[in-house]
């Protein structure tokens, strides 16, 4: 049995980092952890600038705040839980960095909970900060909200928002209803704050309680499977090493994509190569050959064009998109902001990338040149181009507009917007999977920032919205970032339209 206190984080994804961490405590965090960390951090700092520090003007009650210090995970939590039970007798009405542990049926756990907030019957509501969105705005749904600048003054009330649930979210507090539970002070409630700072969502907490009894009943595995989070876990050397040696058929099928083949009693990479199963086998041996592609059919092939822009965006998380980038074969075109997101700042840099695109398009026509904008896997340039269109159209900024939805749906619906991934897909299979990391290098194009993935973008996102060298340092590697994405996919569609030479065909 694992002796350390469990955690919420510890219950979602993979529960082998459980029983890695329990024997090698030594193994210092990565790079990505530290920069998640980072990110929790600046949320919490966020709420904590709006939280009450005294009692509203004209209100003559007491308002006491207590804001016990913050710990690292790893170390002992004898001060800060006495703290926080402290702070609770004290009946403080706002208590920052609470801290509880507990047992359920003979698993220690472990809970941080961001804020408790006395309630008008001395029962307590435990708050969790998060990165998530927790909420939508959805005139046909209703929560319970309170501003965060009112939590420990007001009460809630009624708003017109959908809640989205996050299962570690969920696990938190559970949690912490669970530790109030034991000193008899649970409201049967709990709160979230997400990406949206200003407000806090209830709900209640007995909903969650069999989803977490579920998840500490949960028998932990005895070995490593390769799964997402392996490829930023401090644990993956030693992981790897295991999964090598056991040739599992994880190394090549993540995570439950091997379940039919595991199902069938094919547990190796060698096993599923001599399974003589067709495209899978052969598909698991080039993998083990280190072949990336394989053609699907004779002869490859993409559309062509007069003019062709490749284009692509970088939005962050929920909030918004910062950064449209063109490639228009000879020069790139970056439309970004560096102000927060979802206000004119971003309505102004939408408004004037579209009017670039669609000015190029204008003068092709005039021309009586074809045009199409390329983009690699446009669910979220889609999904942008409608958002951006939706929440600002309409405004005007010198000479430019955002354009109306109707235009975005009818442009993306169109001939002259092609998705290059899908016309890889169709064509072309990939051991490894078909990303554009994957694929451009066989087009012979290399990234200039190799190890720049989607995290570090999110991290350099937060960092950039700054003014001194970190902040400009940061907003040119997005830079550098977006325009190697746009570049990449002209390689690949050029590479496509050479029939994707030196690529050997499936069952050839
Ligand atoms: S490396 Fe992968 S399998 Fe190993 S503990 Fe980490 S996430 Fe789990």
């Known amino acids: 049995m694992i002796a350390q206190h469990v955690s919420a984080a510890d219950l979602v994804g993979c529960r082998y980092r459980q029983v890695q961490r329990q024997v090698h405590p030594e193994i210092p965090r990565t790079r990505a952890a530290a920069m998640r960390k980072a990110r929790s951090d600046a949320a919490r700092a966020a709420v904590h600038a709006r939280l009450p520090v005294g009692p509203a003007l004209g209100d003559r009650r007491r308002f006491l705040r207590t804001d016990i210090p913050p710990l690292q995970l790893e170390e002992d939590t004898f001060s800060?839980?006495?703290?926080?039970?402290?702070?609770?007798?004290?009946?403080?009405?706002?208590?920052?960095?609470?801290?509880?542990?507990?047992?359920?049926?003979?698993?220690?756990?472990?809970?941080?909970?961001?804020?408790?907030?006395?309630?008008?019957?001395?029962?307590?509501?435990?708050?969790?900060?998060?990165?998530?969105?927790?909420?939508?705005?959805?005139?046909?749904?209703?929560?319970?909200?309170?501003?965060?600048?009112?939590?420990?003054?007001?009460?809630?009330?009624?708003?017109?928002?959908?809640?989205?649930?996050?299962?570690?979210?969920?696990?938190?507090l559970a949690f912490a209803a669970r530790a109030l539970?034991?000193?008899?002070?649970?409201?049967?409630?709990?709160?979230?704050?997400?990406?949206?700072?200003?407000?806090?969502?209830?709900?209640?907490?007995?909903?969650?309680?069999?989803?977490?009894?579920?998840?500490?009943?949960?028998?932990?595995?005895?070995?490593?499977?390769?799964?997402?989070?392996?490829?930023?876990?401090?644990?993956?050397?030693?992981?790897?090493?295991?999964?090598?040696?056991?040739?599992?058929?994880?190394?090549?099928?993540?995570?439950?994509?091997?379940?039919?083949?595991?199902?069938?009693?094919?547990?190796?990479?060698?096993?599923?190569?001599?399974?003589?199963?067709?495209?899978?086998?052969?598909?698991?041996?080039?993998?083990?050959?280190?072949?990336?592609?394989?053609r699907r059919v004779d002869t490859v092939t993409a559309p062509a064009t007069d003019v062709e822009i490749d284009v692509d965006m970088e939005a962050y998380l929920d909030q918004g998109a910062y950064l449209w980038g063109a490639f228009d074969g000879e020069d790139y075109h970056p439309f970004a902001?560096?102000?927060?997101?979802?206000g004119d700042g971003e309505a102004e840099n939408f408004a004037r990338f579209w009017h670039w695109l669609m000015d190029r398009r204008a003068r092709a026509r005039a021309e009586g040149q074809s045009f199409a904008a390329y983009c690699w896997s446009n669910n979220g340039e889609n999904h942008w181009l409608k958002m951006s269109a939706r929440r600002f159209a309409g405004r005007v900024f010198g000479d430019v507009t955002v354009p109306a939805e109707a235009e975005i749906q009818e442009f993306i619906s169109s001939d002259e917007w092609v998705d290059v991934f899908r016309v890889v897909r169709s064509q072309l299979a990939g051991p490894s999977g078909l990303g554009l990391k994957v694929v451009a290098p066989e087009a012979g194009y290399t990234w200039e920032d190799g190890d720049f993935d989607g995290e570090e973008s999110i991290n350099a996102r937060r960092v950039s919205r700054g003014s001194d060298a970190a902040a400009m340092q940061a907003r040119a590697q997005l830079l550098r970032y977006n325009e190697d994405d746009c570049r990449a996919t002209a390689a690949v569609r050029h590479w496509l339209r050479a029939g994707a030479p030196g690529v050997p065909r499936l069952g050839g």
Do not use: M
């Not at 709990?190 to 909903?207: E, M, Y």
């Open 337 to 342: 902001t560096w102000v927060p997101l979802g």
């Open 80 to 172: 800060v839980e006495l703290a926080t039970l402290e702070a609770l007798a004290a009946r403080a009405d706002l208590i920052t960095g609470a801290v509880f542990t507990g047992n359920s049926d003979g698993i220690p756990w472990r809970v941080d909970v961001d804020l408790l907030v006395r309630r008008p019957d001395d029962t307590y509501l435990p708050v969790v900060i998060s990165n998530h969105r927790v909420a939508r705005a959805d005139e046909r749904s209703t929560a319970t909200v309170i501003a965060t600048a009112r939590l420990g003054l007001g009460e809630p009330v009624q708003a017109p928002f959908r809640l989205r649930h996050h299962v570690a979210d969920g696990y938190r």
């Open 181 to 294: 539970a034991e000193i008899g002070l649970d409201s049967g409630t709990g709160a979230a704050i997400g990406q949206d700072r200003s407000r806090a969502f209830l709900a209640p907490t007995a909903p969650l309680q069999p989803a977490l009894d579920v998840a500490l009943a949960t028998e932990l595995p005895i070995g490593p499977r390769h799964v997402k989070e392996c490829a930023t876990c401090r644990f993956w050397p030693r992981c790897e090493a295991d999964l090598r040696a056991a040739d599992d058929i994880s190394l090549y099928l993540r995570g439950d994509r091997a379940r039919d083949f595991r199902e069938r009693g094919i547990n190796t990479v060698a096993g599923l190569i001599d399974a003589g199963l067709g495209e899978a086998s052969e598909l698991a041996a080039a993998w083990r050959a280190g072949t990336v592609l394989l």
